[in-house]
């Protein structure tokens, strides 16, 4: 009853309420703040009632990032606690934070110097004290322009040098290299234990140097250190500190003498031609060649990572003198560590003084004065045998940087690289994969200047047994620049390759690439063992080889190639060579060169085509692109066939320029794509298909859309397949690809209905102009009455009108619009990959059982392909259509030399059973993407230009056929019940 007569109040005070009336209340207004960083933190330390919390509400802090609005707040926070704080640990990680919130971006830390000065100068923590100027070192290096401040933070560095805490000194010295000058002295009261005597001035680099004899190690480090710092900020150090330089070399401790090797290095390199004398001697020496000698000592070291410094800073010192480079590869020291005189020498000597020997007395001739040879240490001593040494290291670092040095240094000597072959060479017999491999580039690096003997060919070839692929083929790219000085060498070469081919067929590309080069370089010596390799007679017939035998073809292929170079050798062919060769230059056209052969017409036909090929048709093939080019550039005077004519013969005439001229085919490919996309949107902005009604002419609207589509895909080609591009060139390409996307628009507002996706497709187009003038600015003179010139014209008006007035302007706007003359940058390269294996020939299925995996070897070669790692993709098409793209590990790219790189690697295969063997496509792709653009790095604000488009296209908005596809047979067969 009660409730019931709750229920009636309620309604009736309900209805007497809906009857007043309503009174606007007023709104009440709402501002959203962050919440303060420093007020939180004050509370968390007010709440530590010991140093352990408020060690841990620091520590929580430190993981949360903040903003740089809030950094001074905070700063002052944490001063006021130090100031209060009596645990050392506290104040230590309070002096730590500061450090951390001065690096805030956008914060400027000259606000807290004085604090941080001032709480320095109070501390007794030494450990506090070094954090604190570690906090200062990293002021000052976010204030290098402010010169107060700079001079400060010298003042109390150099007031705090003589603290008895090793961690002081080395931030002391830490803060002088990073931001003491040579140039300028120090003021009078900044010098540690100045006095009110009358003193010079003293400068950075002394006071520095004063403590290379300091009794903690690890401040000798910190001053070498800072030494090399002010050498790297570009100020010259003074020859004077070389001597205690070397003195450090010697060093009980790893990390000084580690430094000691780098400044010595750094001398050597700014006073070379500076003379120093010799210790125990009176002798004098230039200063590279001392420094050599000293850093050769080096690598004899007890710490093998002064080893590897002192190795890998050897090949650097290319000024050092014939005479001692070639001292590191002999182990024979002189007698007594000192030089012998010469016989001449001697006998003067004894001329002058008037004593002979009269041979009564057992070496009465011997030197009088007696030498300590502990106090001696001549140039000869350090420098003999230090490369000897460093390949025989235990530690194969050491080894890998000597064997680089040498390389180096063999480089710019020829004398040096000959001795230094055999040294090289025994190197590929270590036990080490790296060290082997390393030594083989070297050795290819150098190849220019050697000629290989039989039996340090023999060790070269005995590598060819090992089981690395990546060893094996680095030793077929050196045989490819390596002379031979016999035909015993080449035959030598050739049985080690066929056996070589025939243990791993898999090296047979790289075999026969090995053997064309072997053949150019020496037709000399192939030529009187060409009745050996083919196996003619004289007088007898002999049988015909087997061409699908690969050592056959690679004989043929290195004697073809000797043939090239040697006019005589063709009389040695019998019948089949002839018929051989081909059939070999037609099918292995890279491998087998043009060959002037007596009485074979057809073939001499094809020699004689190309046989005036030289510097001359180079220049002549340029001067026929450019002058197409110009020809196409008045295309605005020509009708629409007249002007469709043009271009598709222009573009003909392109394709077969770069088939015929290998060193212009990325240029002239670059040109007939680029000219094909202005022939395909020329026949999509044909008269007759925007004079009619939208119903009447729908296959011309397929028409339409088609070439669209197919020019952004051009476009893409052009700004991803193409290497070499100038800024022009890529804006080029934009506005071709802005035309296409307003041709798409177009057709969409002329097919579709609805105007809220027209809507969205105008403002991501207009989008998408404005970006074109945020990164084009610099080239926009260059686009005179060009299609995107005329839209940043009317761009207040594109912007205010309704989308199907801005489709109308679009209209108008594409068919005015010029054609825009192309003009080529010096070179440009087009993206090719070639795969090798599967060849895609073999009629026998690969058979695995349905449902599990089978591995796939794919090995392909890739020219100027930027960055494959991330870009290069495999993909597998199925017959049934499904599409697999495999992504290959880094570690699968090899790179073999400049702008080529091998990609080596397995894609795992899958599918149901079949009933028969069908084919699969593997093909190699180019995936593109906006952040992999050329002006990637100059696009503050892409991702508002593509906010629209789904998230996948802002990674990868497509990919680019890299290769041709390879077919091969699979059959997956049912599994066994």
């Not at 690289?417 to 190197?427: I, P, S, T």
């Not at 009455?785 to 108008?812: G, H, N, W, Y």
Request: glycine share 4%; net charge negative.
């Amino acid at each position: 009853m009660a409730a019931h007569l709750k229920k009636r109040v309620y309604e009736e005070f309900s209805k007497v309420v809906q009857q007043q009336p309503h009174e606007e209340v007023p709104a009440k207004k709402l501002r959203l703040t962050k919440p303060s960083k420093s007020a939180a933190l004050h509370i968390d330390l007010c709440k530590a009632t010991n140093p352990t919390d408020a060690l841990q509400y620091l520590l929580s802090f430190a993981r949360k990032p903040v903003e740089a609005e809030s950094v001074e707040g905070v700063v002052r926070i944490l001063l006021e606690h130090y100031y209060k704080e009596v645990d050392n640990s506290v104040r230590l990680k309070i002096a730590s934070l500061l450090g951390l919130l001065s690096k805030t971006p956008g914060f400027s830390p000259d606000c807290i110097v004085d604090d941080v000065i001032s709480t320095l100068n109070n501390d007794k923590s030494k450990q506090v004290l070094a954090q604190l100027l570690d906090t200062l070192l990293v002021i000052g290096t976010h204030l290098p322009e402010n010169t107060t401040v700079t001079q400060r933070l010298i003042d109390v560095a150099c007031k705090h040098l003589n603290c008895t805490f090793f961690g002081v000194r080395n931030k002391c010295l830490q803060l002088l290299g990073c931001l003491g000058t040579v140039d300028k002295p120090l003021s009078k009261e900044s010098e540690p234990g100045a006095s009110s005597t009358a003193t010079p001035p003293r400068d950075v680099l002394s006071l520095i140097s004063d403590y290379f004899s300091d009794q903690d190690p690890r401040v000798r480090t910190a001053a070498i250190k800072a030494t090399l710092q002010l050498h790297e900020r570009g100020m010259k150090l003074q020859q004077t500190i070389y001597n205690q330089a070397c003195k450090l070399l010697s060093d009980d401790y790893e990390q000084v003498r580690s430094a000691a090797v780098q400044m010595v290095w750094v001398l050597s390199q700014l006073y070379p031609e500076s003379i120093v004398p010799i210790p125990s001697s009176n002798e004098e020496i230039r200063l590279i060649d001392d420094s050599f000698g000293k850093i050769c000592h080096m690598v004899s070291d007890g710490s093998w990572v002064v080893r590897v410094q002192a190795a890998k800073l050897l090949g650097s010192m290319q000024q050092v003198s014939p005479h001692f480079l070639e001292q590191t590869l002999d182990k024979k020291l002189m007698s007594d560590l000192r030089r012998k005189r010469t016989a001449h020498e001697r006998a003067k000597e004894l001329y002058t003084s008037g004593e002979f020997s009269s041979g009564r007395r057992w070496a009465d001739d011997a030197p009088k004065e007696k030498v300590d040879t502990s106090g001696v240490n001549l140039i000869d001593s350090g420098a003999c045998g230090a490369f000897v040494h460093g390949l025989e290291d235990e530690m194969y670092e050491v080894r890998t940087a000597s064997v680089e040095a040498l390389c180096t240094l063999a480089q710019s000597s020829p004398s040096f690289a000959e001795k230094c072959l055999d040294f090289l060479v025994d190197m590929f017999n270590d036990e080490i994969e790296e060290v082997r491999l390393q030594s083989i580039h070297a050795l290819r690096q150098i190849s220019i200047n050697i000629t290989l003997r039989e039996d340090q060919l023999d060790t070269v070839l005995a590598v060819l047994e090992d089981s690395s692929r990546d060893i094996r083929e680095a030793l077929h790219e050196l045989l490819c620049y390596t002379n031979v000085s016999t035909k015993e060498c080449i035959q030598l070469a050739l049985l080690e390759l066929l056996k070589n081919l025939t243990k791993y067929p898999t090296d047979r590309n790289s075999v026969w690439k090995c053997l064309k080069f072997l053949g150019a370089r020496h037709p000399t010596l192939v030529l009187p063992i060409v009745p050996e390799l083919l196996s003619t007679h004289p007088y007898f017939d002999t049988p015909e080889p087997d061409m699908d035998d690969p050592a056959y073809i690679a004989v043929l292929v290195l004697v073809f190639n000797a043939a090239k170079s040697c006019p005589t050798m063709p009389a040695l062919f019998s019948d089949h060579t002839f018929r051989h060769y081909a059939y070999l230059r037609d099918s292995l056209s890279h491998l087998v060169p043009q060959l002037r052969l007596p009485g074979r017409k057809q073939v001499a036909g094809l020699g004689s085509e190309t046989s005036g090929l030289g510097s001359s048709s180079l220049e002549s093939a340029q001067h026929f692109l450019q002058e197409s080019l110009a020809r196409v550039s008045t295309l605005q005077n020509l009708d629409s066939p007249g002007a469709q004519e043009l271009l598709h013969f222009t573009i003909r005439d392109l394709q077969r320029l770069g088939e015929l001229q290998t060193e212009l085919a990325g240029s002239a490919d670059f040109c007939a794509t680029y000219l094909h996309c202005q022939l395909l949107l020329m026949k999509a902005l044909q008269e007759k298909l925007w004079n009619m009604a939208v119903p009447l002419c729908l296959k011309q609207n397929a028409m339409a859309s088609t070439a669209a589509q197919q020019i952004l895909e051009e476009t893409y080609k052009l700004e991803f397949l193409y290497g070499g591009l100038e800024v022009r060139q890529v804006a080029t390409i934009h506005n071709v690809r802005l035309q296409a996307k307003a041709l798409q628009l177009i057709l969409t507002a002329r097919t579709k209905r609805g105007v809220e996706t027209l809507l969205v497709l105008c403002e991501k187009f207009l989008q998408e102009v404005e970006a074109f003038q945020r990164l084009f600015v610099t080239e926009l003179p260059h686009f005179q009455d060009s299609f995107v010139e005329k839209l940043l014209e009317l761009m207040p008006r594109l912007v205010a009108c309704k989308p199907l007035d801005l489709v109308k302007i679009l209209q108008t706007t594409l068919r005015q619009s010029r054609f825009i003359h192309l003009k080529l940058p010096e070179q440009i390269h087009r993206a090719l990959a070639t795969i090798i294996e599967p060849t895609g020939e073999s009629d026998n299925p690969l058979r695995f059982t349905s449902g599990l995996v089978v591995a796939l070897d794919i090995d392909a070669t890739l020219e100027h392909v930027q960055e494959p790692q991330s870009t290069v993709k495999v993909q597998v098409l199925y017959p049934d259509g499904q599409s697999h793209i495999i992504h290959p590990k880094p570690g699968d790219f090899r790179t073999p030399g400049p702008g080529r790189v091998r990609l080596i690697t397995q894609v795992y295969l899958s599918h149901s059973a079949w009933t028969e063997p069908c084919q699969i496509e593997v093909r190699l792709l180019l995936a593109y993407s906006s952040s992999s653009s050329k002006l990637a790095a100059s696009k503050p604000a892409w991702s508002e230009s593509t906010e629209g488009l789904p998230t996948s296209e802002n990674l990868i908005e497509g990919t680019i056929n890299l290769s041709k596809p390879v077919k091969v047979f699979i059959m997956p067969k049912p599994a066994r019940r």
